[in-house]
């Protein structure tokens, strides 16, 4: 791909390595791992050693990994899944108002059938309070649920603390960790989490494919019947290079793991210093510094984030924003929402994720470019017409979320 890449949490490139990993999986070792002649075997033992290496990243025993299509896949698993097996124990599920939508969209999908979810709110930097977990859970819960870290804004949770928490109270934690998984250390068993949740394409691995971490001993209720695979938690053939790829993606983002948080966090932090320093009424979104190394996140007061993308893409910068047009209508993310941002500046968000192959040079063009783009929309932005001068006087604190 030509061009700046700054939307790493979107996706992530698969690396060289995953790919030649896969490939003898498409072109010789095709076999059908269910077959019990040698060229099944020989597919079962690519999955195994796949199996070994997302253990290995999470802390976890190979046999509590089961593959899925996707992380949205093995987000619903843990919460349809666990609703199901739990049902003679309780029907209350705890989760957070910021989760993806893998997440909340499944937690309606069981209110409807009429389990009971309670959404805790965030505060201004995105963090759930663990006090609000250890408040919220009553007799009839089975499941909390909440992600490790924002996919918009880079918020990183109190996982342990909150897990400590359900583990006390009897409750299973389950946290989404699509976003952490081989960008932050992961410990299963020290951070007391039951399940969780990862995506391969988020860790320059294959698209398709995910996992869901279970824990030894915690039943959970297949959502996909058949012919018994993945020990009855997932059934249909499996996607065997793509799984391979996984565990491959695994293998080198734990070997990588410190020098990729070092190089990342740098070009996040000169990023953030470098908007706030250039961009008058831009700030910061998420936590300042409990944030992913990767992700650098913004809403810039007067223009839509739509048109700053588009622009971007005109100079071969891509991008993200929070307020993604879904369905011809724009609709401002109830993330930036949960935070306390109003509508119009929520519209104004801007996501840079940055990865293993960027660089300080394409920062510094970023920041080059940016705040031309800025001007020029301001300039034609009916919503910048009567601004006050006065909000162009400087840049907004971290925490002033009242615009
Ligand atoms: N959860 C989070 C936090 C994500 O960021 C994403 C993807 O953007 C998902 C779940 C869904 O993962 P997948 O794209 O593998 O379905």
């Known amino acids: 791909m030509n061009g700046i890449y700054f939307d790493h949490a979107a996706t992530t490139p698969p690396r060289a390595e995953v790919i030649e990993a896969m490939l003898p999986y498409y072109r010789e070792k095709w076999g059908n791992p269910s077959s019990l002649h040698s060229s099944g075997r020989e597919a079962t033992a690519g999955m195994d050693e796949a199996r070994t290496q997302v253990a290995a990243l999470l802390g976890a025993y190979p046999e509590e990994i089961v593959f899925t299509g996707s992380g949205t896949e093995a987000d619903n698993q843990a919460l349809v899944g666990i609703g199901i097996a739990r049902e003679s124990k309780g029907d209350y599920i705890i989760t957070s108002a910021i989760e993806h939508h893998a997440i909340l969209h499944t937690a309606e999908f069981l209110e409807k059938r009429g389990l009971k979810v309670t959404y805790l709110p965030v505060d201004a930097s995105g963090l759930v309070d663990p006090g609000d977990v250890k408040k919220a859970i009553a007799d009839k819960t089975i499941l909390v649920s909440i992600m490790h870290a924002n ?26 960790a699509v976003q952490t998984v081989g960008h932050v250390p992961i410990n299963v068993r020290a951070m007391n989490i039951d ?93 300042p510094t409990q944030r992913l190394p990767n992700s650098a996140s913004f809403c810039v007061r007067y223009i839509e984030g739509e048109s700053m993308l588009l622009n971007l893409d005109l ?45 300080t040079e394409e920062v510094d063009h970023f920041l080059a470019v940016f705040p031309g783009i800025v001007e020029k929309l301001r300039a034609m932005s009916p919503i910048s017409a009567g601004r006050p001068a006065s909000d162009f006087a400087g840049n907004l604190d971290v925490h002033e979320h009242e615009l």
């Open 315 to 359: 100079e071969g910068i891509f991008a993200s924003s929070g307020s993604a047009c879904t369905s011809g209508s724009l609709e401002a993310s109830h993330v930036l929402l949960a935070i306390g941002l109003a509508h119009d500046v929520a519209h104004g968000s801007l996501r840079l994720s940055v990865g293993r192959g960027n660089t």
């Open 195 to 287: 399940l969780l949740s990862l995506s391969a394409h988020k860790l320059y691995g294959p698209k398709g494919v995910g996992a869901l971490f279970v824990r030894k001993g915690v039943r959970i209720a297949p959502l996909i019947h058949g012919g018994g695979h993945e020990r009855g938690r997932r059934s249909s053939t499996e996607n065997v290079p793509g799984i391979v790829g996984l565990g491959e993606a695994c293998r080198l983002a734990g070997a990588d793991l410190e020098w990729e948080i070092t190089h990342n966090s740098a070009l996040r932090d000169r990023l953030i210093k470098g908007m706030l320093a250039k961009v008058p009424d831009s700030m910061l979104t998420g936590h």
């Open 151 to 176: 996919n918009e804004i880079g918020t990183i949770q109190p996982i342990e603390e909150i897990g400590a928490i359900c583990k006390e109270r009897g409750v299973l934690f389950h946290t989404d």
